[in-house]
């Protein structure tokens, strides 16, 4: 089978690997398509994502889909030839975070296309894909592929929207209109949210923003633009910047709410520490999601409106070619590698 493979910064391949087969209590999914995220992004340009480096050869992409090739000995499974999502988590389910409902967090989880472990988790950007049984969701009926691949992004935005707490009827700023961005915009609209503004330096991913729902956009680089809201109840931190965290402190309410979900730089990162404590603002982060990956898929089957948010369809061959084409923000939003699974 053919994989898209990174060895380290600026070195992205597609190789040839020998196809794993499933033991008992596992599934082989052949891929489909695969949405390539920012991690990824990070992972190929910079060799790492926040503190997590690329120490050994790692096939990225955990945001993909598929149908079922074969299952286990003893397995129970979706019928070979279903389509299927793969939650790309495996936590361990003995820790106190996954006892108290918090596997986000688990310390010991495996999560697809990640070097947060050594040995690197293999990631899903493989045309063939062994994973554990629980991993597997049967498509709702209706729901094709193309709109599936989307459900690991946007389980994503739908936790982070859960971190903010009750936003029906609020007003919300996100900083960041990528991919990430976008779809936490679409989740705000769902969840109530009654005006969502969206910064960013570039025009087309504002455009997108619009089209999913946002009642306003900005230019991050026009601090004077009539449009910024004077204040808001909530601000998401999509962008993963530090000039980003800085503008949700700078424009939440007193008493209002940041949430953290874009990843920053290595290291520390200043931010208005006296901000948050005279006006005292709630700080929370998202990481990943759980439970939201289920609802991500529903709320796709059920006609939620993201499609904007896919940009690109590029096959696994010219996976280089993607993944440039992803990083270029002016061009491009959700770019999709094509495998050819089936």
Not at 188 to 204: I, K, N, P, W
């Amino acid at each position: 089978m053919l994989a898209c493979v990174v060895h380290k910064a600026g070195d992205l391949r597609v190789e040839e690997r020998a196809p794993g087969l499933p033991g008992p209590g596992e599934v082989l999914v052949a891929v489909t398509l695969g949405g390539i995220c920012g991690s990824d992004l990070h992972y190929y340009h910079r060799g790492s994502v926040g503190d997590f480096q690329v120490r050994e050869p790692l096939v990225l992409g955990h945001e993909v889909v598929g149908r079922v090739a074969a299952l286990g000995v003893g397995t129970d499974g979706p019928a070979v030839g279903t389509p299927v999502a793969i939650h790309p988590a495996t936590p361990c389910g003995a820790c106190p975070e996954c006892t108290n409902g918090r596997r986000n967090v688990c310390g010991r989880a495996r999560y697809l296309g990640s070097a947060a472990r050594t040995p690197h988790v293999q990631g899903g950007f493989a045309q063939r894909l062994v994973v554990p049984a629980g991993q597997v969701r049967v498509l709702p009926p209706g729901l094709d592929l193309r709109r599936a691949v989307l459900a690991e992004p946007l389980s994503v935005a739908l936790h982070a929207v859960r971190r903010a707490g009750e936003v029906a009827g609020k007003r919300v700023l996100v900083t960041g209109a990528g991919p990430i961005g976008s779809l936490v915009v679409a989740a705000l609209r769902h969840a109530g949210a009654a005006e969502v503004t969206v910064s960013d330096l570039l025009d087309a991913p504002l455009g997108i923003a619009r089209s999913v729902g946002a009642t306003a956009t900005v230019r991050a680089d026009r601090p004077d633009d009539p449009a910024w809201p004077e204040e808001v109840d909530v601000a998401v931190e999509a962008s993963g910047s530090g000039a980003g965290l800085r503008t949700c402190v700078q424009r939440v309410r007193r008493g209002g709410t940041v949430v953290l979900l874009g990843l920053l730089p290595p290291g520390e990162t200043g931010f208005l520490g006296n901000v948050v404590v005279t006006r005292e603002i709630t700080m929370r982060g998202a990481f990943r999601f759980d439970h939201e990956f289920d609802d991500a898929l529903s709320l796709l089957a059920s006609g939620l409106d993201v499609d904007p948010v896919i940009s690109h369809t590029i096959p696994l061959a010219r996976a280089v070619e993607a993944f440039d084409l992803a990083g270029d923000r002016a061009l491009a939003s959700k770019v999709l590698l094509d495998l050819g699974g089936e």
